[in-house]
């Protein structure tokens, strides 16, 4: 395997890093325009520095500076800073699913043992994951699941992160190697693309958010578990076809589970007809900050967009020093960044009605789950 590792290595220019590395070693890779570190805990990004409109480096992804701060982090409050979440993303009702007639039970770990978050106790996020090839401008990593969390079967995965010209693209295989089982991977990224240069850019309320072809989204009760229901935004504060800032609904947004005011919802991409289920030709979010004039634009061949708007972050973690700019610390505030997540339907795996089992039940004779993202950047006209 190593010898195969090295010849790959030798034919595109890239390193193989020693299996031994620590799991919170940075790994640096740029382009013009952009450079971007990750660390094989979680193979989790970790800084994001694109150009603002003064032509300024920003970090515009959330984190710590400290790689043991993310186990630190694991072990108390959990934010899922900038890892990739499996085998299963977001929320399985009662924990439980059936495959072919098989069914499987995950630890419920959220809300008390009523659904299960992110692939359980111990998912993806808090997986040591190898580099197995490195070089400057592309990292991939891989992970072995041998059934872990009560998964059936045992899958391997590969997560290749690339940069070109002011552009990130992050492309995520899994490879069934026995068992049918369902996977639905996501990278789970908090972003402020403000990056706290100001106290109006210490919160993504004056955030502009498009995202054209989210026109559906899929109801949840109180834990944040799908109904079965689907809903039409037309009307309601979670309609963003046309460009809005965050702020100007997020009062009224009070499906983000018990209690809770601003986003985090399961939004459904429906592309236009002459485009496919799972184009990537088209963007299907842009966001910009007024304040750096920083735009993102995404593209997948996801079928949804979880958008979760920080509603529980209090102001207890600080930021990162590349994006402290006052004299006093800066801290993460409620609505301080926001989540999106590229994925499937949101426990599709439990919702038959709506066919998502060919996104989401892999086998050995069929394709690989594939997630594909690519985020561009680049300054809002006239910013």
Known sequence: ?????????????????????????????????????????????????????????????????????????????????????????????????????????????????????????????????????????????????????????????????????NQWTSRLVSIPLDLPTPIMLANHVYWNLGAFVSPTASTILNATLHMPYSARAIVIDNIEVPTGALEIVNGTALDFTSPQQFGANIANAHQAGYNSTGYDNAFILDRPRYSSPEATDLPVLTMSSAETGIQMTLRTNQQSLQIYSCNNMNGTIPVKNSQQHAADTTYVQQYGCVVIETQQWIDGVNNPQWGQDQYQIYTVDSEPAVVFAQYDFSVVAGA
């Open 1 to 165: 395997m190593l010898s195969a590792l090295l010849f790959t290595a030798l034919m595109f220019g890239s390193t193989v890093v020693a299996q031994d590395s620590s799991p919170f070693t940075k790994y640096t890779i740029s382009a013009p325009g952009i450079s971007a570190s990750f660390i094989p805990y979680g193979a989790r990004i970790t800084n994001l520095f694109v150009n603002d409109k003064n032509g300024d480096p920003q970090d515009v992804v959330l984190g710590y500076d400290n790689g043991t701060q993310y186990l630190t982090d694991t072990e108390t409050v959990h934010t899922y800073f900038g890892p990739i979440v499996g085998r299963y993303a977001n929320r399985i009702k009662n924990g439980t699913f059936t495959v072919q007639g098989v069914t499987s039970h995950i630890p419920e770990n959220e809300h008390n043992g009523e659904d299960t978050l992110h692939g359980g106790t111990v998912g993806y996020d808090q997986r040591n994951w190898t580099v197995v090839s490195y070089n400057s401008t592309t990292i991939t990593f891989s992970f072995l699941d041998q059934a872990f969390e009560g998964f059936p079967g045992t899958i391997i995965t590969y997560a290749t992160y690339t940069l070109s010209p």
